[in-house]
């Protein structure tokens, strides 16, 4: 079992580059999130996805897309990279509606320069 | 709006010592709370949860109260370790969305020897 997992662990962009970030989990989760992590600002919620098929913005969605793929996997994409996208970024996943124990993959270093 | 929040960015105690983490939340409808830790270079990890019909929740080494009435979340480690070291987060669960979870900024948790 291998929980949440990330890909890639860093990068590296140039401003105005796009990406996709990966995550999967190997859990049978239902809902899936996506965060992104700034000193000083604590987790935000970018994204996140129930249940298979939906997707709902969260804090900070401008600039980036996500997309449920399927059940195991859902991903983040900047279209157009800016150096304020620079940040760890965290990919967690929760077996079921409410109440449930969140469970959070390694994350993801960006720098946008 | 919703906001979730902590008094002190950072705490330090002595090792043996008993720490106190705080955590202010605004939205009276939320119903469920969650503090995490997270190691430097890691995604943040479940530590103890707390439903809003409870005032008082223990596990292992580690005590969570929650105050509705101020809207006061607090997070009690008992013989403080230099493995307790990390950033603690709480977050709530908003209860008029499916699934969305809203972090505090955290406190940095300092053991010193």
């Known amino acids: 079992n291998a929980g949440v997992t990330q890909t890639p662990k860093f990068q590296v962009l140039k401003t105005g580059q796009s990406m996709t970030l990966q995550c999967a989990q190997d859990m049978n989760h239902n809902s899936m999130y996506w965060y992104r992590q700034d000193p000083g600002m604590g987790l935000r919620l970018i994204y996140y996805?129930?249940?298979?098929?939906?997707?709902d913005k969260g804090e900070v969605p401008n600039g980036y897309n996500v997309s449920r793929l399927n059940k195991r996997e859902f991903s983040l994409r900047l279209e157009s990279a800016a150096p304020s996208q620079t940040s760890v970024y965290f990919c967690?996943?929760?077996?079921?509606?409410?109440?449930?124990?969140?469970?959070f993959g390694p994350g993801t270093r960006l720098l946008v320069l | 709006g919703e906001s979730v929040g902590l008094h002190l960015p950072t705490l330090s105690v002595q090792e043996g010592d008993n720490s106190i983490i705080n955590c202010a939340y605004s939205?009276?409808?939320?119903?469920?709370f969650i503090w995490y830790k997270q190691e430097s270079g890691k995604g943040p990890q479940f530590i103890i949860d707390?439903?809003?019909?409870?005032d008082k929740r223990q596990g292992q080494r580690v005590t969570v109260l929650l105050n509705k009435t101020v809207k006061h979340l607090s997070l009690q480690i008992a013989a403080t370790q230099p493995g307790d070291s990390a950033v603690y987060f709480c977050?709530?669960?908003?209860?008029?969305?499916?699934?969305?979870?809203?972090f505090g900024k955290g406190t940095r948790l300092h053991i010193l020897p």
């Open positions: 996805s129930a249940s298979e098929g939906t997707t």
């Open positions: 967690a996943s929760i077996r079921a509606a409410r109440q449930e124990t969140q469970y």
């Open positions: 939205n009276s409808a939320s119903d469920y």
């Open positions: 977050a709530e669960n908003t209860l008029n969305r499916d699934d969305k979870i809203i």
């Open positions: 707390i439903r809003s019909n409870m």
